[in-house]
T-cell receptor
Framework: EDQVTQSPEALRLQEGESSSLNCSYT??????LFWYRQDPGKGPEFLFT???AGEEKEKERLKATLTKKESFLHITAPKPEDSATYLC????????????FGTGTKLQVIP | EAGVAQSPRYKIIEKRQSVAFWCNPI?????LYWYQQILGQGPKLLIQ????????DSQLPKDRFSAERLKGVDSTLKIQPAKLEDSAVYLC?????????????FGQGTRLTVV
């Protein structure tokens, strides 16, 4: 069964203090690894899809990277508006494979 | 482009009562998902539809939960009877293609409290 483990559970940063969130996964063949952002009271919002080890994607202050066992979401010089829960999910390859989510990292950026 | 619409936003019911949630996906999206998100956890897939057909309902508690998608568009998720542990946010999502979760968009969810 596919498994996704995210760490840390919660992270508190000062504005401008860069850091990384980790997503470790176990899947039999990877079709895709997804990062989502979820604000309180809202549904998850899509950020990135990564398909193969070595791939990187960037969006504003966020950069996602992928290895064969884990993915990192790097946050450079975060701002208070980056505060949210960041969810990682994986989808295995081969026929139909459901998407499995991790429990998320709750990020708080303090001014 | 309109997003995924869900209603109601909030619902409070007593245990053993029944409740129904409604979802209208993005126009043209063939795949529709219902997820359950318990506080502090990630979303868990309950059921996935491809047009009118069910692709995956392996994690749906079928003794109390049911879902349908009429005419391949709107969908309803029903719980009867509700238990305390059903308290969660129920998220609906839709995507253009069956195997490409990248294009999945979520609604704002329905927060259910069972007392």
């Amino acid at each position: 069964e596919d498994q996704v483990t995210q760490s840390p559970e919660a992270l508190r940063l000062q504005e401008g203090e860069s850091s990384s969130l980790n997503c470790s996964y176990t899947v039999s063949g990877l079709r895709g690894l997804f990062w989502y952002r979820q604000d309180p009271g809202k549904g998850p919002e899509f950020l990135f899809t990564l398909y193969s080890a070595g791939e990187e994607k960037e969006k504003e202050r966020l950069k996602a990277t992928l290895t064969k066992k884990e993915s990192f979401l790097h946050i450079t010089a975060p701002k208070p508006e980056d505060s949210a829960t960041y969810l990682c999910a994986v989808q295995g390859s081969g026929g139909y494979q459901k998407v499995t989510f991790g429990t998320g990292t709750k990020l708080q950026v303090i001014p | 482009e309109a997003g995924v619409a869900q209603s109601p936003r909030y619902k409070i019911i007593e245990k053993r009562q029944s409740v129904a949630f409604w979802c209208n996906p993005i126009s043209g999206h063939a795949t529709l998902y219902w997820y359950q998100q318990i506080l502090g956890q990630g979303p868990k897939l309950l059921i996935q539809f491809q047009n009118n057909g069910v692709v995956d309902d392996s994690q749906l508690p079928k003794d109390r939960f049911s879902a349908e998608r009429l005419k391949g568009v709107d969908s309803t998720l029903k719980i009867q009877p509700a238990k305390l542990e059903d308290s969660a946010v129920y998220l609906c999502a839709s995507s253009l293609r069956d195997r490409d979760f990248t294009e999945a968009f979520f609604g704002q969810g329905t927060r259910l409290t069972v007392v």
